[in-house]
């Protein structure tokens, strides 16, 4: 799509104080005017009206203050129209206000698109006018439209494009590195290590998230380490308390068990001699029983055969079988005599059929020959005067061969004739000819090939970008980009979300695992821990004051010692006191006495009440407090202090698991954040929906839409410049515009050597008429074809003088009166004698085969002969077995008749033989076996097999009698030894080990004993002791651990998104710069004329030079040649830039070191670059009137 200015109008700008209007043409304008009079200004103003003016000071920026008339204009505006494709648009500016108005043209009507305040400097730009903008012109950067499409005076010096340009061409631009800074700042966020993942220079100071929980998740691990061994500890003194206490029970029940297994053993010796005699008498019972039932069963199986198989036998004698075996040798020695007469028979039979034959052949076949000898003579004669006459005829008819093959072989090659009497010379001459007019038609026919292979690759493979909108293409351009934002805000959206829903799962999972472990505790309220350590605190109360009690009752005897003393003092005083009133040393002494007893009795009672009053009445009201207690603690009320120390341990851990959910639920979020959340996710999801519906034809057929991106507008780039290439060259030869109607134009109008050229395409078989076919048939031709076709007609002229002597000799051999035809004729009557006296035979009869036969009927007249005597001797031969046969049946007659009971029908005598033999053989195992048999039975006083079975039960039911007794007490007694065990060392060795079980199970309840002492006192120590609470703490951990593998995946993530995208933009910045860089070079080759020279542009976008393989740099070139390059670069980019948006070249007076060779390249260039785009060229220089059409400024 096209883009080109129309009109500019300016009023106050620069030096224009009135209203000025300057119209440009479609392709090349030229304003012409002296230095100084505004024609920068225009260019300005132009830039002014689309990008605005920033409201500054300085003067020496582009802003109001450089551009505002001096002279106080009436008005300080802009307007520019212009075209995009067909559509009209206008730019209405105020730069006072920096007001606009975008307006487009409709049915001759402006309506307005996009209006408002667009100020450049502003902090909140009209994004709407900025779009549209960036949608009609390709982007929104005034220093960029101006560094790319105008060239001004001087042109810039320098190697290096500019940072904008930069970014522009190699994809770098702001898009990128803010994608690049969010995913480094992000990745900061979560850990400070970047430098060791190579993503910032190196790692920062300070600890970010991943490391404060790693620190986090160490100390929680130690604490419930420590926790978890002091209660495994207390578990496993537990376990092992309550395991002693088992093993105490076991080994005292195991005591009992081994004392009574040991009054086992006598009695189980008892059964085993008991069992043992009555399984040997059994055994042997029961082997005789089985021997004597096998001789029974055996002897009545062959009494069974005896009757069934050989009753026959039993009534002959026992040389009955010599008789049988005469009989057997008679027969095989007459089966043997009759074989002889049948096969005396048969021979008798060939030799008659074979005189037959004899006779047959000698007078059938071979009669011809009988007494010919001459036969073969004769045939060999006849067969070589046919020799002779086929020689003759085969010379002929070779000779015609020859007539005919050159005849077709000349009708088979081109009619090379039409070329002239002198055909190879004439196409040598017109091969020249064609080789001029070859080689501009072959890169006219190799660019048409190129275009239509890059059209059909287009229509292929990048047809859905052909039909792809503006804004679908500007999507498709920046792709990667796209995708990448759009992945990185649902990806963050769903991780905000899920970490939403994960804390909301984790609370909810935290407040069953509370139900799980406290809910038998419901009914204590929060004031169950301080009534448990309240009465913790009574019980050790409790205990210290009945240690003063009991101290108080040890400590009454030591007090004795004072109270004599006390009772002593007050005996004094009482004789005192009497011997003072009385005088009388009798009363004295009763006085001291009772005095004394009084003063004891007082002080014991008062001691004995004070000492004992103050402990029992703190013990009662602790007491009295500790029932308190127990009464709000209901059924959770305990006496032992270890059971409260646990109930604490309890109930403290279920405070922490409150203070925990506690904490969850201040940390999560409430329903307008999780609303806010799922709004966000959704709207994520519906804008990469959006996204991926829209480039969903695309992503289904490439697999990389960048790289398709950029083929396909590359090869459309191609497309556009091999068009324009042919259709130029058409318009050089033909003078026509349409390349298709070079087909129709007919060769015969034209002149040499293209009517010579359809006369040889005639001549070839391809009769091409028309100019199009001519270039087709020739364009295929190469230097094979024509040395092929040139020894086609040195074949055509060879053949040509074969054919004319090959007619000569046929000539000599068929004309009549020749000595060959002579010849001829008399051969043909020496043959026609020999064949009568050959007769029934002919020349097709081989000699040999005359040989053959005549040798054949000498030797048939011999065996003849022969056979007739052998046929004398066979019939003498069959007489004498006759009569052997006859005498031979005489002897079987009567052993066959007196055998005949037993042979019957058999023919086998072998088997009547064998089964006599068996007959034997069974009648005398049968005596021998009844024989032992009786005498088993009498060896266990029995006279049949059924008494002998009942002897064999009897025996049988005591062993098993006994054995049940002995099993009995072994299943009694399981560590008896078992019924199979027999051996004494064994069964003795098991008895001591049986006493050393019980000396050592004895020894071992001791030892449990006193281990059950030093484990309650360890357990009542372990009690004391106060864990946090674990599963708490595992929570917690499990979710500092989840939170670290979430921020090492997002770290992984967050790098591996780094990575591929500045390898992705490295990679695009790679594909343009080289793109670039041979666009520039192909401008540059254009401009000076050098093809030589090669520009190159290195990763940081510095440009050098390389000239014949040598490089250099551009400070190395020349002033003029340095600007070729400037504008060779400028050329390139606006190429690159716009893509299929091509916008407007503004040259502002930029040649100003160009001599007239130079400028007349770029006279050319420029001539080209309207085809694709509007050039713009302002100058002071009259030559360039001639460049394109002339356009004012109207005032």
């Known amino acids: ?155 810039p ?60 998740i160490s100390i929680q691990d130690t604490q419930i380490t420590a926790s978890r061994q002091t209660v495994v500890e207390l578990q496993d003194t537990a376990a092992s308390l309550q395991e002693a206490r088992e093993q105490f029970q076991c080994q005292t029940a195991l005591l009992t068990e081994k004392s009574r297994l040991m009054e086992a053993w006598k009695q189980w010796r008892t059964l085993q001699e008991r069992y043992k005699d009555a399984a040997v008498k059994q055994a042997t019972v029961t082997a005789a029983y089985q021997h004597g039932k096998i001789l029974a069963d055996s002897v009545s199986e062959k009494e069974k055969r005896l009757s069934q198989e050989f009753a026959q036998f039993s009534k002959f004698p026992p040389e009955t079988g010599d008789q049988i075996v005469t009989v057997s040798h008679l027969s095989r020695e007459l089966a043997v005599q009759q074989q002889k007469l049948v096969q005396l028979t048969e021979r008798m039979k060939e030799e008659s059929a074979e005189i037959v034959r004899l006779d047959e052949l000698l007078g059938g076949e071979l009669s011809t020959v009988k007494g010919r000898h001459d036969l073969p003579a004769l045939c060999r004669g006849l067969r070589t005067r046919l020799s002779e006459w086929r020689e003759i005829e085969g010379s002929i008819s070779k000779l015609q061969g020859q007539c005919e093959s050159l005849k077709n072989r000349i009708a088979a090659l081109p009619d090379f004739a039409k070329l002239g009497k002198a055909p190879l010379h004439a196409l040598d001459t017109l091969r020249r000819q064609c080789e001029l007019r070859k080689e501009d038609w072959n890169e006219y026919r190799s660019d048409m090939e190129n275009l239509r292979q890059i059209q059909e690759q287009i229509f292929q493979q990048y047809r859905p970008f052909e039909e792809a909108d503006d804004s679908l293409l500007e999507l498709l351009a920046a792709y990667e980009t796209g995708k990448m934002r759009l992945d990185v805000e649902l990806g963050a959206s769903q991780n905000a979300r ?347 009869t081989e000699p040999e085969r005359l040989e053959n036969m005549l040798s054949q009927w000498s030797a048939a007249e011999a065996e003849l002969t022969r056979r007739r005597s052998a046929m004398t001797t066979l019939l003498q031969q069959q007489e004498e077995i006759t009569l052997l046969t006859s005498d031979l049946q005489e002897k079987l007659a009567p052993l066959l008749e007196m055998l005949a009971p037993l042979i019957g029908d058999e023919c086998d005598l072998t088997t009547v033989v064998e089964r006599w033999h068996s007959f034997r053989e069974i009648r005398r195992l049968h005596d021998e076996e009844k024989k032992e048999l009786a005498g088993v039975l009498s060896s266990h006083g029995v006279t049949n097999m059924a008494e002998m079975q009942q002897n064999m039960t009897d025996t049988t039911n005591k062993a098993i009698s006994a054995l049940q007794q002995w099993e009995t007490l072994i299943s009694d007694f399981p560590a008896l030894p078992g019924t199979q065990q027999d051996d004494p ?138 600007d070729q390059l400037y504008i060779a670069l400028r050329l390139a980019i606006a190429d690159l830039l716009t893509g299929e948006t091509s916008l407007p070249f503004i040259f502002d007076d930029p040649f100003l070191n160009w001599d007239d060779e130079r400028l007349e390249r770029m006279r050319q260039a420029v001539m080209e670059v309207k085809n694709n785009r509007q050039v713009l060229l302002f100058s002071h220089r009259q030559e360039f009137s001639a460049w394109g059409n002339r356009c004012w400024v109207e005032i």
């Open 1 to 155: 799509m096209g883009l080109r200015w129309a009109s500019l109008t300016l009023s106050g700008f620069g030096r224009y104080k009135d209203r000025v209007t300057i119209k440009f043409h479609p392709e090349v304008s030229v304003c012409l005017a002296e230095n100084e009079q505004g024609k920068s200004t225009l260019v300005a103003g132009l830039a002014a009206v689309i990008f605005g003016l920033q409201n500054i000071a300085d003067p020496r920026k582009f802003g109001s203050a450089r551009y505002r008339n001096w002279h106080n204009p009436s008005s300080f505006e802009g307007e520019l129209e212009f075209f995009s494709g067909d559509i009209h648009y206008r730019i209405l500016r105020n730069f006072d206000d920096n007001r606009i108005s975008l307006q487009r043209k409709v049915d001759g009507q402006w309506q307005e698109e996009v209006s408002g305040e667009h100020n450049p400097g502003a902090h909140k730009p009209n994004l709407t006018y900025e779009q549209k903008i960036s949608e009609l012109i390709g982007f929104n950067d005034r220093e960029l439209f101006t560094a790319t499409f105008q060239v001004t005076q001087p042109l």
């Open 157 to 216: 010096e320098g190697d290096k494009i500019i940072p904008g340009i930069q970014q522009l061409l190699s994809g770098s631009g702001a898009h990128y590195q803010t994608a690049l800074t969010a995913l480094i700042e992000e990745l900061k966020s979560i850990t400070r290590y970047t430098g060791r993942m190579g993503i910032t220079p190196r790692d920062m100071n300070n600890e970010r998230r991943l490391e404060l929980l790693e620190k986090e």
């Open 498 to 844: 899920g970490l939403a829903l994960q804390k909301i799962e984790q609370i909810q999972a935290a407040r069953k695992h509370y139900q799980r472990l406290f809910a038998e505790m419901e009914r204590l309220d929060d004031t169950g821990l301080s009534l448990v350590e309240k009465k913790l605190d009574l019980l050790q109360a409790k205990k210290a004051e009945e240690d003063v009690l009991r101290q108080t009752a040890s400590a009454s005897h030591s007090s004795g010692l004072g109270q004599r003393l006390a009772v002593f003092i007050m005996m004094l005083a009482g004789v005192g006191a009497a011997y003072y009133y009385t005088g009388n040393p009798v009363v004295t002494g009763v006085i001291a006495v009772a005095a004394g007893f009084v003063t004891f009795i007082i002080l014991k009672t008062i001691a004995g009440k004070k000492e004992k009053a103050q402990p029992q009445a703190r013990l009662g009201e602790i007491n009295a407090q500790m029932r308190q207690v127990d009464t709000l603690l209901g059924s959770f009320s305990v006496s032992s202090e270890a059971q409260l120390g646990e109930l604490r341990i309890r109930l403290r851990q279920r405070q922490e698991e409150q203070d925990r959910i506690q904490q969850m639920q201040a940390d999560l979020p409430d329903d307008d954040e999780l609303s806010e959340l799922k709004t966000r996710l959704e709207q994520a999801k519906k804008e990469s929906d959006a996204f991926m519906e829209r480039t969903a034809v695309f992503t289904a057929k490439y697999s990389d839409i960048p790289a398709a991106f950029r083929q396909w507008r590359e090869l459309s780039r191609d497309a556009n410049t091999l068009r324009k290439k042919t259709a130029d060259f058409l318009r050089r030869q033909t003078n026509i515009d349409n390349g298709q109607l070079v087909n129709d134009i007919d060769l015969q109008s034209l002149s040499s050597p293209w009517t010579e050229v359809g006369v040889f395409s005639t001549v070839c078989g391809v009769g091409a008429s028309t100019l199009g076919e001519a270039l087709d048939w020739l364009e295929a031709l190469d230097d094979s074809w024509w040395s092929k076709v040139r020894g086609d007609v040195i074949v055509y002229e060879e053949v040509t003088e074969e054919y004319a002597a090959a007619k000569n000799g046929l000539s000599a051999l068929t004309e009549e009166g020749s000595e060959g035809a002579q010849r001829r004729e008399r051969l043909a009557g020496e043959i026609e004698e020999l064949r009568a006296a050959l007769a029934p035979f002919d020349e097709n």
């Open 985 to 1122: 060392a064994a069964l003795h060795t098991s008895f001591l080990q049986l006493e050393d079980q019980i000396i050592q199970l004895r020894a071992d309840v001791e030892s449990l004993q006193e281990k059950l002492r030093e484990l309650d006192v360890k357990y009542a120590r372990l009690q004391g002791q106060t864990p946090v609470n674990i599963a708490a703490g595992e929570v917690r951990l499990s979710e500092l651990r989840t939170q670290r593998d979430r921020l090492n995946r997002e770290a992984l993530s967050l790098e591996l998104a780094y990575n591929e995208l500045a390898a992705a933009i490295e990679e695009f910045s790679q594909s343009y710069r080289q793109e670039f860089a041979a666009k520039t070079t192909e401008y540059f080759s254009r401009l000076t004329g050098v093809n030589e020279r090669r520009v190159l542009v290195d990763d940081q976008f510095s440009v050098s030079i390389m000239e014949n393989g040598k490089p250099a740099s551009v400070s190395q070139l020349s002033q003029g040649a340095r």
